[in-house]
């Protein structure tokens, strides 16, 4: 699955480690706005992440950490996707499109890319009631 258009962060922002939450997953934060830029039958949409905003990356199960890291390839695809479900009204669907997107443009393997993407399509953004 692609979607028609032209998808891209337009910078690689830095992550400051913030502190281990009670079930020890390590939270980061972006040391400067992240960017992402969506061109779609000729219009275009741009997502700014803010510096400061806080993300685990990939909120994996602990029990698959081996496989999936919170912490890869994916981490600018997984902070906008946290972005989009906690602080935007996106809906899921858009969110994770965007994060399909996001792991393309990030050059995340086509196996890793589908087990993350149906994770999170089937498992994700239970926090926000979706």
Known sequence: MTFPGQFMFLNNPSFRYVRTDAGGVRVFSLAEDLVWDASLNGGSCCVRVPAGFETDFASVPRL?????????????????????????RASKALADAMFWEGLIADDVSAWTRRLMYWAVRLFGGRKRGF
């Open 64 to 88: 698959f950490w081996r496989l999936f890291p919170p912490i890869g390839d994916w981490m600018r695809a997984a902070a906008m996707h946290d972005y989009l479900y906690e602080k935007t």
